[in-house]
């Protein structure tokens, strides 16, 4: 599944760049060889009899730009420029500074060069007027396809890379408890429900301990713990695996529960908010809670239903017998979402808990997450001289297989990150957001909140602008603002965690996990436009 997903970003990606560039080529979108009336004022006078470098200012007037560029423009655009004589005085070469404030068009005829802060253009004199004629721009968005082609390989090497210490550390110090037996301890305490999760990893397995760990260190925010926990996990996973290559259900299943995101402090969209004033950035704690809750409900049940796939004939119902217990939930949670959506008795509810103090909650949470490194760290190993272990040699010998694994991953992030990027640089973006535009309206999801929605299960770096643009636009304690960060408080970024996990043991046929994570994703986020339309609307 993931291999036609990857070779459809790259094809849609290259395809969308393609056709867009034909099209911009054909209508002659960007002017080229088409004469710009100009003024221009050389700041240091100029000799007509030295052909020298001048350093000046050429304004193009807002009514010649709009009529040439069918913009709509406010004011004059000058640019700092140097102009250099050749030959006569009757032409120079001029080099043009761009700055923040400029139209889009014009940006995107700096970059075509390859740079974005200048544009090489021809002036041209005739008796006391100037015209001017930017550089041609053509097969811009193949150009930016390419760019992004290796931008994003040199993204994907320095994420692994930053991965090696972080790595080393947590898979040394979970050397450290798996040798002393507290991973079997934890496993433990919470077999009720590991036992259905996973029924095919026995309860007393490392992968056990690892899963559960990775779960915690996601639900407190702590990426940087997460991730080794879930990549040990993985390959623990793969040690019990018959069918060395394909991905086994519980593999699925986790990888699941990963993508949903849960999260108790979504602390990096609250960190954006905060930055752009929000009165209260935390307010997003409560509705990206629900709906990352809800995306992991859809996300196991999901991953259980696909694991029965292909059923023989008589299976369905001992399928269904065998799940009641959760059918019976998953069913009353949707009676109440329902119930919730069409009485208003969600904002009664919702006003009766009004008295909650959301930054004490914060607080406590914020504190939960910074102690919880420390802790971890002296309890595992203050464990592990309780129990005789040896645990610098275990702990070297832990971080040495981290740093193995952190190396490993490094082809798969490029292959998955490079088709995002070539996804995204060649505009299918667009294409999808049109195709997905009808279905967004009729549930009531603002339009400028799709690209949010769409980009969150490809890139978390991407995401997060789109979300700090959005919140920079509209504020972050509107509608809008409050729902972006909600999408980006309780959803992951699948593609990715998919990539990086299953490249981990070089898993290659990874069956149901990636439509498990994407229905997961979609639930978290038709439950975040829910709760927030609920709430604040």
Known sequence: MLNYVWIALLFLGIGAALTTDIIDNNQNKFHNNKRITVKVYFKDGIEKDLYIKINSDVTVSKNEFNKIFSKNINSDLTFNSVVTFDKDTTSAKANLIITDGMPDVVKSIAKASGKDNDINATIYFNNGNASII???????????????????????????????????????????????????????????????????????????????????????????????????????????????????????TFLAINTAGI????????????????????????????????????????????????????????????????????FLLIAVVLIFSFTGFGKSVASTFSFINVSSFKTVIQLLSTLAIPLLIVIFLGYGLIKKVKVYEQFVEGAKEGFQIAIKIIPYLVAMLVAIGIFRAGGAMEWLKFVVQPVTDFIGMPVDALPMALMRPLSGSGSLGIMAEIISVHGPDSFIGILTSTFYGSTETTFYVLALYFGAVNIKKTRHALPAGLIADITGILAAVFIVRLLFV
Request: charged letters at 15%; a positive charge.
């Open 134 to 252: 930017f550089e041609k721009v053509s097969f811009i968005n193949l150009k930016n396809v390419t760019n992004a082609a290796l931008e994003y390989a040199g993204i994907a090497v320095n994420i692994a890379l930053g991965l090696i210490g972080i790595m080393a550390l947590w898979i040394g110090i979970m050397k450290v408890a798996e040798d002393a037996g507290l991973i079997k301890v934890i496993a433990k305490v919470v077999k009720p429900l590991t036992k259905w999760l996973f029924p095919n990893v026995p309860s007393d397995h490392p992968a056990m301990g690892s899963m559960i760990m990775n779960i915690s260190a996601n639900m407190l925010g702590l990426g940087n713990a997460a991730t080794p926990f879930g990549l040990k996990a993985m390959e623990e996973l793969e040690e019990l695996n018959p069918k060395k290559g394909t991905a086994t259900n519980a593999m699925c």
């Open 263 to 330: 999260t108790l402090i979504p602390a990096t969209a609250i960190a954006v908010r905060a930055a752009a004033g929000s009165s209260d950035p935390a307010i997003i704690i409560g509705t990206s809670l629900f709906a990352s809750f809800c995306a992991t409900i859809a996300g196991i049940f999901s991953a259980k239903l696909f694991e029965k796939f292909p059923l023989k004939k008589g299976e369905f119902k001992i399928w269904l017998k065998e799940n009641s217990k959760f059918f019976t939930i998953l």
